[in-house]
């Protein structure tokens, strides 16, 4: 999802020489095969935004792929792409690498404060990883190779694109999938997993893409100038957020479904509140273009477009 976001965007911005790659054509856990690719590809900037990610159920029953695919994923790319000479590079996080009582909103600095939220601790440690691996190649290899390896913190994405399997997907392509097939069956009631009270902060994917193209881009002395060495992420956010009930309510609306949504409260609700604090990149010239109204419709429309060729 958030790959090809990139892409469209980069293409959209005059961009010709892009070059990806899918799964399938290179497994990013394999350091021969990475090495190889940027031995033969020898690309001036990199976006990494290939992750193993899914919602709290794929969290809880595979940790150990959680910590394993991306600490490998992240530590492959990252140091084989300093070894071929890469410049500048753009990790991709995620929001979860906060504690799970940070103050809200949550600011760059709460970042190693506190206790991770317990079911999504492997991919948050993970991500905390590539954070630090892109610090302390930037503090060793700064001066002497030009290395400028950046971070940015995305809140809970969406869109087009995403995962919407039935049990590994995220909140929004798991409820408009459920959604769907309530309205398809005439089922009177949707039942969503957890109390409904946490509140999320939801970021358009496209909207993703033009940010982390947009911290990329930074002059060097603008971007060290609004951040530190060891504290260089920055956060990416919407700015506002909304309680998982009331998600479930818009993502009704979208879908067309007017049935009845129940709560399972013997389910985990996760963290009660995740806000990113974006002041950051605001202050550098940034802002969330997409409403979460909008974005839903359009996601909407990516499921049906889809929907024959979606995994079980």
Known sequence: MVGSAIVRYLKGQGQSNIVFRTHSELDLTDQIKVRHFFETEKPDQVYLAAAKVGGIHANNIYPAEFIYDNLMVQANVIHEAWRAGVKKLMFLGSSCIYPKHATQPMTESALLTGLLEPTNEPYA??????????????????????????????????????????????????????????????????????????RREFLFVDD?????????????????????????????????????????????????YQGNIAFDTTKPDGSPRKLMDSHLLNSLGWRAQIKLEDGLKLTCSDFENHRAQLRV
């Open 208 to 256: 993703m893409a033009a940010a982390s193209v947009f911290v990329m881009n930074l002059d060097p002395v603008t971007f060290q100038a609004k951040t530190m060495p060891m504290q260089s992420h920055v956060n990416v956010g919407y700015g506002d957020d909304i309680s998982i009930g009331e998600l479930a309510q818009l993502v009704a609306k979208a879908v067309g």
């Open 125 to 198: 440690v993970a991500k905390i990883a590539g954070i630090k691996l892109c610090e302390s190649y930037n503090r060793q290899y700064g001066q002497s190779h030009g290395t400028d390896f950046r971070s940015v913190m995305p809140t809970n994405l969406y869109g087009p694109g995403d995962n919407y399997h039935a049990e590994n997907s995220h909140v929004i392509p798991a409820l408009i999938r459920r959604f769907y097939e309530a309205k398809k069956n005439l089922a009177d009631t949707v039942t969503i997993w957890g109390t409904g009270t946490p």
